[in-house]
């Protein structure tokens, strides 16, 4: 998970996002009428604006601004995930019009398929700032204390990996969701001092690819809760085509269709396939993107034609052949591909089980017959000592 790049969420071009980066401190009583008057979000994005402005030519600015310019701002450009989509924006209308804050919302499912941007677009539609950290951010109850206390009424605070939560730090949350107050202890032995302190009404948004890890008290105080799920590859390339027109790069119908159908489901991959067609494209050929030019592109990224990559196909390759297609415990699996099981978990295996090539036993993982027709081998006879050929 690209924690390193969080801060990048930070600024807006057109400086009409709110978005504040929970590390800032947040502008306390004391702080907010500064001279400037600007908030801790605003200077944040000044911040990064300027720097934006000043290195244009870094690679890791210009792959920033390339991620950000993607992200959909709006319900109406967020592709695919209709219900959720639908029941989020009511939700959304009803509080404002009520003028009250959203109710807590929690967003899961595999890496890469718009949870973070959800939050943000939910942030802007409620015309609040987005407060964002993530689960291992937030390792003291003292962060989180300063953190809640420090929000606004009607803030978002978006809490990224939420699972990754400490127990101390979960526990804070519950009166803080439930209540908007926070109790704790202050000083020790007989001088130890309970104190409880009230919040301002706001909206926790926790996303996670691990809804399952959460505890159940704190998945109960969740009033929304959705699921998003892999993309059908004609959203897939709708949402090519969207990212080529904001990118520049001139791509027909059937060049979108070939990189969305080998994008395992997910928008993050198909922006990111994208931008390697275009390199591609670009060196090779004249810059226009048909299906030809993607296909070949892609096989030199090492996407195959169901787009799995060398992970998955290491994955379903041991499964198959050194476990003869299972069952095989996780942890075996992980430590046969020296890789980390995690992993292999959030990001291999939810593709693999979507599209029928593995199952989930009480014994262990198994390799389906499809999933061994796609390698080129034969259930049964391809063993650690068998005959067949891998792709
Ligand atoms: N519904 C969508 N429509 C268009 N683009 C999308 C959509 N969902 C995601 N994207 C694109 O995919 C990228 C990844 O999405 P996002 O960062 O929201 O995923 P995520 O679910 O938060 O992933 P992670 O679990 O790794 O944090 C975004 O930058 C955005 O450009
Ligand atoms: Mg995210």
């Known amino acids: 998970m690209a924690s390193g790049t969080k801060k990048q969420e930070k600024a807006d071009e057109n400086g009409r ?9 947040a502008p306390g009583p004391e702080n907010s009428g500064d001279d400037a008057g600007m908030t801790a979000g605003e200077q944040a994005q000044e911040e990064r604006a300027r720097q934006l402005a000043e290195n ?3 690679p890791v600015v210009a792959e920033e601004r390339m991620a950000r310019d993607l992200r959909p701002r709006h319900f109406r450009d967020y592709v695919g995930q209709k ?5 989020i924006s009511i939700a959304v209308l009803a509080a404002r019009k009520r003028g009250d804050t959203l109710d807590h919302a929690l967003f899961h499912g595999p890496p890469g398929l718009g949870k973070t941007t959800i939050a943000h677009i939910i942030a802007r539609e409620l015309d609040s700032t987005l407060v964002h950290t993530s689960g291992p951010a937030l390792e003291r109850p003292a962060d989180v204390v300063g953190l809640l206390s420090n929000l606004k009424t009607g803030d978002v605070l978006f809490i990224d990996e939420i699972h ?30 309970s104190i409880n302190l009230p919040l301002q009404p706001f909206t926790l948004i926790g996303s996670t690819t691990r809804a ?4 159940a008290p704190l998945r109960e105080r969740f009033g929304l809760s959705y699921h998003l799920d892999f993309y059908s590859t004609e959203e ?21 269709f070939e990189i969305a159908r080998r994008s395992r489901g ?38 195959d034609s169901l787009g799995l990559d060398r992970l998955d196909r290491l994955y379903l390759t041991t499964l198959s052949k050194n476990y003869q297609g299972g069952p095989a415990g996780i942890q075996a699996l992980a430590a ?12 291999v295996e939810p593709f693999l089980l979507k599209i029928g090539f593995i199952v989930r036993t009480p014994q262990g993982r198994r390799t389906t017959p499809e999933g061994f027709e796609h390698l080129g081998l034969q259930p049964g006879l391809d063993g650690p000592a068998g005959q067949g050929t891998l792709l």
Do not use: C, W
Not at 238 to 248: C, P
Not at 267 to 283: F, G, K, M, Q, W
């Open 164 to 193: 990754r939560l400490s127990h101390a730090v979960e526990e804070y949350l519950y009166s803080a969701m439930e209540d908007f107050r926070i109790d704790f202890m202050t000083g020790s032995g007989a001088f130890a001092k």
């Open 212 to 215: 399952g890890m959460l505890s």
């Open 17 to 25: 996002e709110r978005i504040v980066q929970a590390t800032t401190p």
């Open 83 to 87: 219900a959720v989509v639908d029941s």
């Open 266 to 303: 997910t928008p993050r991959i198909s922006n990111r396939l994208l931008r390697r067609v275009r390199d591609y494209a670009e060196v090779r050929h004249t810059g226009a993107v048909d299906k030809s030019v993607a296909s070949e592109a892609l096989g030199i990224e090492g996407v």
């Open 336 to 347: 046969t591909i020296n890789e980390d099981q995690q992993t292999l978990e959030d990001v």
């Open 56 to 58: 244009p030519a870094d």
């Open 236 to 256: 897939l390339t709708q949402i090519v085509t969207r990212s080529a027109g904001i990118l520049d790069v001139d791509i027909d119908s059937e060049g979108a």
